[in-house]
């Protein structure tokens, strides 16, 4: 199946990177790069490789087929006049780093605070995992997400803090496991009252055992 890729707001495709190679191409691929490692393509494990990384790729990178703005059209406002913010954290979360191709592991905690309207907590989720199926740098990502959020929610304002490990630095190049990295981005009033921001961070580290 060709798929032809939707428009991607916020990060232009180049022209011939619109459509994609057909599944022979990409098992072609494949092979080619099992030869790279020096293995023997032919053999009867590695046969159906190809075949099984195709599909993978079609399940790890899921997030170009889908627009994050379609997950947060459906909107409630009866929420008994709650107005203060909305937290989800720990949204675990695997993306792939653009500059490697291996695996980034961590996790999201997204916040806003609500101007009238709310969104279902799992299109929180949603909107982190589209752009984590996609080829990502981390800086990247949070940004996608806060600016999404902000962009068809209009909430008052976004904040969304991201950890996570790069399997480029932990497997290969420096070879450094167990260092996370963390990114933010705050829109509205988290970048504008500091106040906000502080209640953000100090309600992400409210225990979960604590029983509040
Ligand atoms: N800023 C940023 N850098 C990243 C991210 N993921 C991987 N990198 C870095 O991208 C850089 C690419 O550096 P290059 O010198 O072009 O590539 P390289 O020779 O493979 O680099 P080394 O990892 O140092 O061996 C590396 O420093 C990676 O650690 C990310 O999400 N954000
Ligand atoms: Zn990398």
């Known amino acids: 199946m060709d798929a032809v890729l ?14 994609r190679p057909t599944q022979a191409e990409v098992e ?12 023997n393509p032919d053999r009867e494990g590695l046969l159906d490789t190809p075949m099984r990384v195709a599909k993978a790729y079609r399940e790890m990178f ?30 675990s979360f695997h993306s792939h780093c653009e500059h490697h191709m291996v695996p980034i592991i961590g996790r999201a905690h997204v916040g806003y605070l609500p101007d009238g309207r ?27 997400i806060a600016n999404t959020i ?6 008052k304002g976004v904040a969304v803090i991201i ?19 963390l990114t933010s981005t705050f829109t509205g009033s988290f970048a504008d009252h500091p106040e906000d921001q502080i ?14």
Request: charged residues 30%.
């Open 62 to 91: 899921d997030g170009y087929n889908k627009d994050p703005a379609e997950e947060l059209g459906r909107t409630f406002e009866e929420v008994e006049g709650y107005q203060d913010m909305v937290i989800e954290r720990d949204i």
């Open 6 to 19: 939707k428009p991607f707001p916020y990060r232009s495709l180049p022209e011939d990177a619109q459509k």
């Open 163 to 181: 950890e996570a490990e790069h399997m480029c630095m932990a497997m290969r190049g420096i070879k450094k496991q167990g260092s996370t990295t």
């Open 28 to 39: 072609a691929a494949v092979r080619t790069l099992l030869l790279w490692t020096g293995d």
């Open 118 to 144: 709310v969104v279902g907590l799992s299109k929180l989720a949603r909107v982190v995992d589209i752009f984590a199926h996609r080829l990502q740098t981390q800086e990247a990502m949070t940004a996608q």
């Open 199 to 212: 209640r953000f961070m100090t309600l992400l580290r409210t225990s979960t055992k604590s029983g509040l």
């Open 150 to 155: 902000q962009d068809v929610l209009k909430p």
